[in-house]
């Protein structure tokens, strides 16, 4: 189970997946959605961490830009294998903590 928030997240980098021509939706389309929304924890945090936000955003585009792009783009592109298990990463460490959602 994810949070809303979770949630959210999710379902825009799948969106942006699609809108990027990407067949598939990858962990880095999940980045670039935290690092878009100024506002959210993600982007705060990494903004913490790493300082230089847009050193970050141009190292996402750079790694993007690899992806093939396909015509027609699914209606919902599916999570690659490096998404999916970010997925189950987070999953297990909820699972560890206690926690009964992914955030």
């Not at 999940?30 to 506002?39: F, G, I, M, R, Y």
């Not at 690659?80 to 909820?94: C, E, L, T, Y």
């Not at 206690?98 to 955030?103: E, K, P, R, Y």
Request: aromatic share 2%; glycine share 8%; charged share 20%.
């Amino acid at each position: 189970m994810f949070t809303e928030a979770a949630q959210q997240v999710l379902a825009a980098a799948q969106r942006r997946a699609g809108s990027m021509g990407h067949q598939q939706m990858d962990a880095l389309h999940a980045l670039l959605v935290e690092v878009e929304d100024k506002a959210s924890l993600g982007s705060r945090v990494l903004g913490s961490v790493s300082g230089d936000m847009q050193q970050l955003r141009s190292s996402i585009d750079a790694g993007l830009a690899q992806f093939p792009k396909v015509t027609p783009t699914p209606e919902e592109p599916q999570p690659n294998n490096k998404m999916r298990q970010v997925i189950a990463d987070a999953q297990a460490m909820g699972k560890e903590k206690g926690d009964t959602h992914v955030s």
